[in-house]
């Protein structure tokens, strides 16, 4: 908010799930009053996704629409902000997900950028779905972003200490080959899994007045970046994809047979849930539907499983 005020060219995205939205209403009613700040300064856009932050777009197609249904009413019930771009949980992503956003309606997608699909280009442009010319995909730079979110504290890492001079030329050097840089991060990068002394908060905020001085780049919202750049090529994803891991797939929440066959019963709850006709059962159902449940039963090894069990208030995946 600080930022908003200092620089009337900044401007920010946020994409919260309806269950945080509910937690902060009831716990923490003075962070939602700050979103709610931020909302009326007209420089910030809320991103659509599911209310349950649930893997919905996976298994049911209903159950996934009435999520959107439920995530875009409290959005404009609180912010008085209707969304007009989507992302899906975790970014998980696919031709078919991004088939149903359009059908839902919206402008466009964002999702990460993976090498495998992208083969030899850069994220740094706007794409459009395949078969889907006129729905855009914004794809996520995972290196730039994962050099604030993960690495910015990391001594062992050769480009410690990344400094606000040093990102900003990262910056001058990728934006050579493109014409959006897409940087997405958790909320919390910015003072939990990076804690405010390791400089992040005095770190964004120089960059953030670097950017706007240098007159190379500006800031800007998915569905601006829409306007302004035409999709020039298509984004082929066939496969399901997303931002976890180094594997960048689904495997951090069904990479084992505990995390599949725990997916696999709880949508297969859902005629019977329904049928109760029983409002409670059916949001305790979706709580547990959301993904952080199946995240913390990874079994996964080295540097992907300790980010697993960094996250989770479990002793182990088993538990």
Not at 154 to 183: C, M, Y
């Amino acid at each position: 908010l600080q930022l908003l005020n200092k620089h009337p060219d900044f401007a920010v995205s946020f994409s919260i799930t309806g269950v945080f939205l509910d937690q902060l209403e009831r716990f923490a009613p003075h962070v939602l009053d700050s979103f709610k700040k931020l909302a009326e300064t007209n420089r910030v856009e809320f991103i659509a996704e599911t209310y349950y932050h649930s893997l919905a777009g996976i298994y049911s197609k209903r159950e996934f629409f009435d999520q959107i249904d439920a995530q875009m009413f409290r959005i404009q019930n609180t912010f008085a902000k209707t969304p007009k771009v989507f992302r899906n949980t975790e970014l998980i992503y696919s031709n078919d997900i991004a088939k149903l956003a359009a059908e839902y309606g919206f402008l466009g997608i964002l999702a990460e950028g993976v090498d495998r699909n992208l083969h030899w280009r850069k994220p740094n442009f706007v794409y459009h779905t395949k078969d889907l010319p006129n729905f855009k995909v914004l794809l996520k730079n995972y290196r730039l972003s994962d050099d604030i979110a993960f690495r910015f504290s990391q001594r062992s890492w050769s480009e410690w200490p990344l400094t606000a001079e040093k990102f900003h030329s990262w910056l001058d050097s990728d934006g050579i080959v493109g014409e959006v840089i897409n940087l997405f991060m958790d909320y919390e990068t910015f003072g939990e899994h990076q804690w405010e002394d390791t400089g992040i908060f005095s770190f964004f905020e120089k960059l953030v007045d670097n950017v706007v001085l240098d007159s190379k780049h500006f800031f800007t919202t998915p569905t601006r970046s829409f306007e302004l750049f035409a999709a020039k090529e298509s984004y082929d994803a066939p496969e399901l994809t997303s931002w976890a891991d180094t594997e960048r797939d689904l495997s951090a929440w069904r990479g084992n047979t505990i995390q599949w066959d725990s997916l696999e019963t709880i949508y297969e709850l859902e005629d019977s849930i329904r049928k109760s006709n029983d409002p409670q059962l059916l949001h305790d159902w979706r709580l547990l539907q959301t993904s952080d449940h199946y995240y913390y039963m990874c079994t996964k090894w080295w540097n992907d499983g300790d980010v697993h069990a960094y996250f989770s208030p479990m002793d182990s995946p088993y538990d």
